[in-house]
């Protein structure tokens, strides 16, 4: 309930000004442009900096929205930094990619009235403001007492266990197999939504701090979790949860299916879509099919759009309605060109003599009565099938968890799921042995592994303030 009566009629929310479509969808320049300071200031003004303040109950990492929105009404953005940066490590990646719809915003007391203020965009501004600013001071946290960490994975779930254990002077060390640092954020999530340099000068901050990022290190082969426990005092695992899913259905191996997983990090990380410069090889399609309309879906499709795709459709079992992808991302999507094939669901590849695929048999469906998940379920509906060309089919379904470094850890214990089971601290069955993120919980969100990497944190600085052990 509003607790301000309106007067006045709410002023509407401050639009983000955006690359025009028909430009953007053949670039991998970012898509959102980001607030002016005119426009920071004109959506701060809308806040009614309520006594009991709903939006940060919305807000996984409580960062005090109602604080730093106030300082942003009188112009002090270091000070609006201050108060985000006092919960959250990563404000620049949470500005662009949280789904603040479904968190702070959907809280906010003006959501009522359809027009929830800007949190996102605004901490957005204040983060790439700050960005923009030298450095102060080295970063380093408080002087510590030689006690040291280990996090496996380097995503948002290690990375801000890692700020959080070196801010409170411990001495962190990252182990990551891939050869950057940043999980996701870097292999998955492409540029055209979180610039490669902002996750870099995020990684930079802790770099700063003292964290040492150690890369081509793989848990479980390479580095094992029991040798590392016996140099630190505590080991965090984030490895997230990056197995991809298959759709099971016949003529998944012809040349020209492959995982979302597999072709965002071709193109993001191994740079694809700069070959030959960069020596990264990616199947290029003309007609492109996606499976599944979730974040990673959408993320495929613009990606294949900008690779050169002449047509890019989602195919999708359900309706509009029950897509998981952020409905920004839908629109955008729909505005670069990519197409929605609803309540189709494949049930076959079909290739020609050299195994290349040519085309995809679908099935139409209809909604019957609501399954487990409480959304209608997708029933197919007889003799009805059609057919699609399709050189490129990219599955986007989701994922499950890596066995490599839980195989070769058979001591710590995994729930029903396959995932890693923790206490209320986010410690393991193995003492001092923490895990957060993806690895716990299965695929989720940025926030939610950031979340789990500060409550690891505080329980290893709790741990380690005294013995170091
Ligand atoms: C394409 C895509 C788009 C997404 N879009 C959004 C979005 O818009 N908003 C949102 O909130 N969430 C989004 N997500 C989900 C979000 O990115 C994840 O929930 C989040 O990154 C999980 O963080 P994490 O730290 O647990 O793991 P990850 O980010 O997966 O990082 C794990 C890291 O561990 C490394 N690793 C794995 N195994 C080992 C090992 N054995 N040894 C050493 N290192 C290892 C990996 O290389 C990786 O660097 C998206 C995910 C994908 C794939
Ligand atoms: S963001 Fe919304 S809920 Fe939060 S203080 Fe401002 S008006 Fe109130």
Known sequence: MAEHKQKKPIAPRTEMPCQPAEQRRKNFSEVALGYTAEMAKKEAARCLQCKKPLCIAGCPVEVPIKEFIGHLTKGDVAAAHRSIASTNSLPAVCGRVCPQE?????????????????????????????????????????????????????GPASLTCAGFCAAQGLQVDVFEALHEPGGVLIYGIPAFRLPKDIVAAEIDGLKRMGVT????????????????RKEYGAVF??????????????????????????????????????????????????NVTVYGAGNVAMDSART?????????????????????????????????????????????????????????????????????????????????????????AIVALGTRANPILLEATPDMRRNARGYIETDEHGMTSIDGVYAGGDIVTGSATVILAMGAGRKAGQAICARLANTGK
């Open 213 to 228: 990022f150690r890369l081509n290190h793989v848990g479980g082969r390479t580095i094992q979790v029991a040798d590392l």
């Open 304 to 392: 294949a759009l900008r690779m050169g795709a002449e047509s890019v459709h989602i195919v999708y079992r359900r309706t509009r309605d029950e897509m998981p992808a952020r409905k920004e991302e839908i629109e955008h999507a729909e505005e670069e060109g990519v197409q929605f094939s609803l309540l189709s669901a494949p049930l076959e590849f079909c290739g020609d003599e050299n195994a290349r695929l040519t085309s995809v048999k679908l099935q139409k469906m209809e909604l019957g009565e609501p399954d487990a998940s409480g959304r209608r379920k997708p029933v197919p509906i007889e003799g009805q099938t059609w057919t699609l060309p399709t050189d490129l």
């Open 102 to 154: 479904r968190q702070c915003e959907s809280k906010c007391v003006l959501s009522a009235k359809g027009q929830p203020v800007c949190i996102g965009r605004l901490e957005r501004f204040v983060a790439d403001a700050m960005l923009k600013t030298p450095p102060a001071s080295s970063g380093k946290g408080a002087k510590g007492n030689g006690a040291k960490v280990a996090c496996i994975g380097s």
């Open 237 to 286: 695992i984030g490895v997230g949860a990056g197995l991809p899913i298959f759709l099971g259905v016949p003529g998944e191996n012809l040349i020209g299916v492959c995982s979302a997983n597999e072709y965002l990090t071709r193109v993001n990380l191994g740079r694809a879509y700069d070959f030959p410069k960069f020596d990264t090889p990616v199947l290029q399609g003309r």
